[in-house]
């Protein structure tokens, strides 16, 4: 009896450490917060963010932990501050398993008359394909760079993209796999944008810092752990 209750009780410890560094959806864990991380996103309330060319979030609610698209049209949802050198990372999902979802992740995003791709760079969001992803599809450095690798799940099932910004150099991840590696200015650069659209935006990644948006695309889409570190 005793070493059944000693075996109990490992187990217990051990299932205790194996959780300890788990803080739980919207929060940060100990090690997240000695690294740097914000919450940009507790669960509750959309304070941190505005829409694009607005004063409010009108259009985009919190539903079950979640910031979600009420209304599509509404516009792209943005922070309200502005970052330059940082990490962001976000869970995503779309509510059904329509193909045609689209959404993305717009960074250093610059206020203009025109949408928010026109100054920041986009890693999109699309469902899998189940195949190589190209300059469209799903983790792409939109209609630029393709994924290296498909690492996403389906996109009814939470997704977790990362991008990493730090002066001309970009990283982006799905699902913890580096998908993007890409500097401003470099020979893939350059080519990649004279096939481009934005070979004729001059502004397209014209900004040193701007909003992170959350774009509306249309599709009924839900966000949560939306977290950012400031790199110094």
């Known amino acids: 009896m005793r070493a059944m209750l000693v075996l109990c009780a490992l187990a217990a410890f051990g299932l205790a450490v194996a959780h300890a560094g788990d803080a739980g959806d919207n929060t940060l864990t100990a090690q997240e917060k000695s690294e740097g991380w914000k919450l940009l996103f507790d669960g509750k309330s959309l304070d941190q963010w505005r829409c694009y060319n607005k004063q409010d979030a009108a259009g985009w609610g919190v539903k079950d932990g979640s910031i979600v698209l009420e209304k599509p049209g509404s516009g792209d949802l943005m922070t309200r501050d502005k970052f330059g050198d940082f ?44 195949k190589q992803p190209g300059l469209h599809d799903a983790g792409s450095f939109y209609d630029l760079i393709a994924p290296t690798t498909n690492a996403m799940k ?8 990362k991008i990493l910004a730090r002066g001309k150099h970009f990283e982006q991840f799905v699902n913890g796999t580096k998908v993007i ?5 470099s020979d893939a650069w350059n080519a990649a ?36 570190r400031v790199l110094k």
């Open 87 to 130: 990490e962001f990372s976000v869970d995503w999902k779309f509510d059904n398993d329509n193909k045609s979802n689209n959404s993305g992740i717009i960074y250093r995003v610059g206020e203009t008359k025109g949408p928010a791709w026109r100054t920041g760079p986009e890693m999109q969001i699309m469902p899998d394909t189940g």
């Open 154 to 161: 389906p996109a009814t099932e939470w997704n977790r993209f």
């Open 193 to 228: 944008m004279a096939k481009s659209k934005f070979k004729k935006v001059p502004e397209f990644a014209s900004q040193s810092e701007g909003h992170i948006a959350l774009q509306d695309h249309g599709a009924k889409i839900a966000f949560r752990n939306v977290k950012v």
């Open 181 to 185: 590696d890409l500097d401003m200015g």
